[in-house]
């Protein structure tokens, strides 16, 4: 199946830093890569979806100043959490979809980025 | 509103079948999927059902009635290594994944 990275898989920073996690689809073209935040046994949450070349969406309660996403190709987006504290540990995934071979539509996840704020 | 409701925990016995149920409400419809997801590590797709049926990929089966917004996911022949979360999700109109909470699968020898 078609391939997602995520880099890096694990970060720790101090309180007040800024990180970026880089999301690239490695053998087709995403048209739509979604941003996904999870806490410790619960479910998967959409943080924002961004099509390539347009302003990322953020789902409600979603801080856009807070989380900056850049979708400047069709195989690479960028999450930066600025300003990073404690709270914001968490396990971010990225996901991509479009079209792969054999026609489907398909998404597909990253292996995730363990954020550490101390 | 848009709700996904799926057992929290299962326990089955390793050989054996387990079926988990998942019930959706979302605004429209693009396909219902199935993920496993074990500890640490992002989802992996398992499957994706649109048409009402069965569809069958080797150990795993996934059923989907749409009038009834229910499915289910089959596992047969477990193996200690199937012992990990499985999350239902729901496509709405504007293509969004809808999650449930997950359902968490214990094998015992």
């Known amino acids: 199946g078609a391939v997602v990275s995520q880099h890096p898989s694990r970060v720790i920073c101090k309180s007040g830093t800024s990180v970026k996690i880089e999301c690239r689809s490695l053998?087709?073209?995403?048209?739509?890569m979604f941003w996904y935040r999870q806490f410790p046994k619960q479910s998967l949450m959409l943080m924002a979806t961004?099509?390539?070349?347009?302003?990322?969406?953020?789902e409600q309660g979603v801080e856009k100043d807070k989380f900056l996403i850049n979708h400047a190709s069709l195989t690479l987006s960028t999450l930066t959490v600025t300003s990073a504290h404690p709270e914001d540990s968490s396990f971010y995934i990225c996901s991509a979809r479009g079209w792969v071979t054999g026609g489907a539509n398909e998404q597909f996840f990253g292996p995730g980025t363990r954020l550490t704020v101390l | 509103g848009q709700n996904i409701d799926q057992p929290t925990e299962m326990t089955a016995t390793e050989g054996a079948i387990v079926q988990i149920n998942c019930t959706y409400q979302t605004s429209g419809f693009n396909g219902l999927f199935w993920y496993q997801q074990h500890a640490g590590e992002a989802p992996t797709f398992l499957s994706y059902n649109v048409l009402d049926g069965l569809e069958e990929k080797g150990r795993f089966s996934s059923f989907l009635s749409r009038s009834k917004g229910y499915s289910y996911l089959l596992l047969k022949e477990l193996q200690m290594k199937d012992s990990a979360s499985y999350l239902c999700a729901s496509m709405d109109s504007n293509y969004q994944l809808i999650w449930g909470a997950g359902t968490k699968l214990i094998i015992k020898p």
């Open positions: 053998d087709f073209q995403a048209t739509t």
């Open positions: 961004s099509n390539e070349g347009s302003k990322a969406t953020y």
